[in-house]
T-cell receptor, first 117, second 110 residues
Framework: GAVVSQHPSWVICKSGTSVKIECRSL??????MFWYRQFPKQSLMLMAT?????????EQGVEKDKFLINHASLTLSTLTVTSAHPEDSSFYIC?????????????FGPGTRLTVT | GNSVTQMEGPVTLSEEAFLTINCTYT??????LFWYVQYPGEGLQLLLK?????DKGSNKGFEATYRKETTSFHLEKGSVQVSDSAVYFC?????????FGTGTRLTVIP
């Protein structure tokens, strides 16, 4: 099946620094990738939709200058959390649209745990 | 608009008990419906799906039927195991993305 990887799986950074998270589709091309944030009570929030070769579409309330998304190729999207603060600590999950059995499905990465100290 | 409502939980069951996690939805058009499972410390995995009314999705002993008349997609399993302990998300497909319920944490005790 289609596999999506994320790197790193966890990261600890100091307040004020920036952190980059990579999302890769390993065995398929993904024109569209999604970035989610999962809060402690487990609900998933869609942050943005990342389209290869164009600007990401951000959901209402998500700061595009703080959460920079770059989808430079059909297999890679990156999320950079700039000037991180403790409230940015969370579990970030990406997913990618891939073709399976004639229809598109979303395949999810394993997530990245970010802790800002 | 599109939205998914699922029972919040947490749900705690003894091994071999019967499981039902309720999910209802509102949608424009005819979406596909999904159940995803998240094991501790991991990302989401597709558990099962149904693409049209009256379809039944099934996998690993879990099943759910797409009920258009009641706008529901309840997840069921006849006999749960400790290894089924996880968070379960109901979702529906939008134009280009998924709409998720809030998730239901299931704990199965031996």
């Amino acid at each position: 099946g289609a596999v999506v990887s994320q790197h790193p799986s966890w990261v600890i950074c100091k307040s004020g620094t920036s952190v980059k998270i990579e999302c890769r589709s390993l065995d398929f091309q993904a024109t569209t990738m999604f970035w989610y944030r999962q809060f402690p009570k487990q609900s998933l929030m869609l942050m943005a939709t990342s389209n290869e070769g164009s600007k990401a579409t951000y959901e209402q309330g998500v700061e595009k200058d703080k959460f920079l998304i770059n989808h430079a190729s059909l297999t890679l999207s990156t999320l950079t959390v700039t000037s991180a603060h403790p409230e940015d600590s969370s579990f970030y999950i990406c997913s990618a649209n891939g073709l399976a059995g004639g229809s598109y499905e979303q395949y999810f990465g394993p997530g990245t745990r970010l802790t800002v100290t | 608009g599109n939205s998914v409502t699922q029972m919040e939980g947490p749900v705690t069951l003894s091994e071999e008990a019967f499981l039902t996690i309720n999910c209802t939805y509102t949608a424009t058009g005819y979406p596909s419906l999904f159940w995803y499972v998240q094991y501790p410390g991991e990302g989401l995995q597709l558990l099962l799906k149904a693409t049209k009314a009256d379809d039944k999705g099934s996998n690993k002993g879990f099943e759910a039927t797409y009920r258009k008349e009641t706008t529901s997609f309840h997840l069921e399993k006849g006999s749960v195991q400790v290894s089924d302990s996880a968070v379960y998300f109901c979702a529906l497909s939008g134009a280009n993305n998924l709409f998720f319920g809030t998730g239901t944490r299931l704990t199965v005790i031996p």
